[in-house]
């Protein structure tokens, strides 16, 4: 079949070319160009080989109805296969242009998809290098200027990042924890407000304790959640412990900041 250029998968007669022996029921066939046309059932028979008008034709499809394709064997499709590679390399040879500006197209939107994943890296950097961010550092324990049977705790919230973390909310506690209770709970988160510009702190405080329930140590805890500058919500969960074995029976103190530890448990961020 490589040196006959005017065959076809027809009947299992063999025409000469420009002969039909055909009947009326419609066919498709395909040809060497991958172009479809219609024609007659040669004898509504499985083809084999021929010429049909001097087309060159790689397969016929029977149709009884019109429109039905018959399944062809693995001789038939290793033909057909061989035929669209014949196409291609003939396209390609014949009209370079065409070929050559196909592989540009090709290239192009390569180099598209590049750019574009580039892009969106650069972004992702550029956010995780110029972002807020914000840490929470111990800022002591104070006690109040009125009050003799209470302390507060308070922390100091720093932004280490390049851009305003904005929209602030808060939870912060200053407690015990007892044995057997849930440790370092995050209860409700205040209302957005305020503004860390970057290589700033802000002091927060971190609520009441009162001393009477006093005990071997003493934890300030919470969360902090901001808007990064770019949109995106970011959250700091800090815990603190101060040692105030120190301190029992006495009303009121103060703990410096530097006394403050980070605890072991209650630290997370993103």
Known sequence: ???????????????????????KTQISVRTLSVADFSGADLGGRELTRANLGGANLTRASLGRPYGRTL??????????????????????????????????????????????LGIRNQRRDTQILQRAYLSVEPGGIREPYDRGDRVHGYVICRNRGH????????????????????????????????????GTEMLVPAGTFFTEKLEN??????????????????????????????????????????????YEDGNDAD
């Open 71 to 116: 399944h062809a064997s693995s001789e038939e499709m290793m033909d057909y296969l061989i035929g669209v590679w014949m196409t291609f390399w003939r396209w390609t040879t014949h009209d370079a242009v065409a070929a050559y500006t196909a592989v540009l197209a090709i290239s192009t939107i390569g180099l598209w998809l590049v750019t574009a």
């Open 217 to 262: 140590s003493l934890f300030v805890w919470g969360m902090v959640t901001y808007d990064d500058g770019f949109g995106n919500r970011r959250y700091t969960k800090f815990c603190h412990a101060y040692y105030t074995k120190a301190y029992y029976g006495k009303g009121t103190f103060e703990i410096s900041p530097d006394l403050g530890r980070f």
């Open 163 to 198: 851009l305003p973390a904005r929209k602030l909310s808060w939870h912060t506690r200053t407690d015990t924890v007892q044995q057997g209770a849930e440790k370092f709970s995050i209860g409700k988160m205040n209302e957005q407000r305020g503004v860390v510009p970057p």
């Open 1 to 23: 079949m490589a040196n006959d250029d005017h065959v076809a998968i027809c009947s299992r007669s063999v025409w000469t070319p420009g002969t039909s022996g055909v009947t």
